[in-house]
């Protein structure tokens, strides 16, 4: 049977409640959405208005967020007061249903939210030392197990605590961070110039704070894009001058630049980014991307010359590889720098701590009753 537009609403109102990783569990999903109706009894726009009402933190953010596809008109005036809302997600969520019906209400605050608290945390020295030794039992319960996730029965329960609440403080972040590109959506939809120095000022931040932070880079990137692109749609075409890249490479300006030009030209920024992963040769070969119009306009809208318009066409590319993770660690991975295991990002060889002196340590042994190690090697030990 075909779905819903009810249906494809409920499940992107679950996603956007949960947004963190790029693909949701089909069974954690479920599970989610089984718990709701179970609780509140069905999914129907009654069930919603009376989770927003009287239900937990968790069910009011999907509530707000089901209501604003679903029944917008019948329930806006329950969705306004969520703007002043206490709760952080709550003034998000209200702000971007708000805003995808362009309620003047929201579009200020639209435009603080893109900027608000988007310099992540710096993590202590003492958070280094825990990443490494998550690590390296990772890598030890990888060769005793044959799986990184047995990695906490070789450490000190305290130490499982801490990153836990390291993981929790970095889902959190990554959940403002994908909504800073839902915000971006949001205002460039709306079409409206007042939007254009807000994400010029967003651009300028995410520069600013890209060399200081740690972690991945990937979802910045992506929000950088966006941003750029959006400014394009807008036709804000001085809106990069005056912005400073300082601590990062040149190219990065210049990579603004054509993701504005294709912003302006109406090429599509998620194809480009996950189909074509900055292949542009590609891109072209499709005809996803027009290479004349695009060294057009970087000739009468930037005053590059003809050779110059195609030599940066020609070496976006290169850009956006050497900008990317994933591509740097490839490089990484065969000149023999890192391992296999530390993709997702994790620290490289050069980062990785030993236990400071005074810090005492005592053997660990495998903690499963008749689970025997595949292998012998050098012992995992803990914090006491």
Known sequence: MPRTREADAIERAFAHAWIVHDLIPDEEREARMHAFRQWWGSFEIDAFKHALQEGNEADRLVALFALGSLAYEETQALLVPFLASSVRKERWASAMVLGEHQDERAFALLGQLLTD??????????????????????????????????????????????????????DEYTWYLRHRQTITNVLGAWNDPRAIPMLRQALQTCWDIEPRTRGSLQLLHQLEDQLAHTLGQLEAWHALEGLETAGLPPSRFKLARMFLTFGALGVNLLHLQNVYQGNIKLAIAVGTIDAEEVTEVLRERFGLDEYLARANLNVFQQWYQE???????????????????????QPFRGEWTA?????????ITPTSPGEQPRSEGPVIRKLS
Request: proline fraction near 7%.
């Open 117 to 170: 608290h988007l310099e992540p945390f710096s993590p202590a020295a003492e958070e280094n030392k825990v990443r490494n030794m998550v690590f390296q039992a990772e890598r030890r319960a990888k060769e005793l197990y044959g799986t990184p996730t047995a990695w906490e029965r070789f450490v000190h329960p305290g130490l499982v605590q801490i990153w836990g609440e390291m993981e929790g403080y970095r």
């Open 323 to 345: 900008r990317d993770e994933l591509w740097q660690w490839q490089r990484r991975l065969e000149r023999g720098e890192v391992e296999g295991l530390s993709w997702p990002r």
């Open 355 to 363: 236990p400071q002196e005074g810090e005492k340590l005592e053997e």
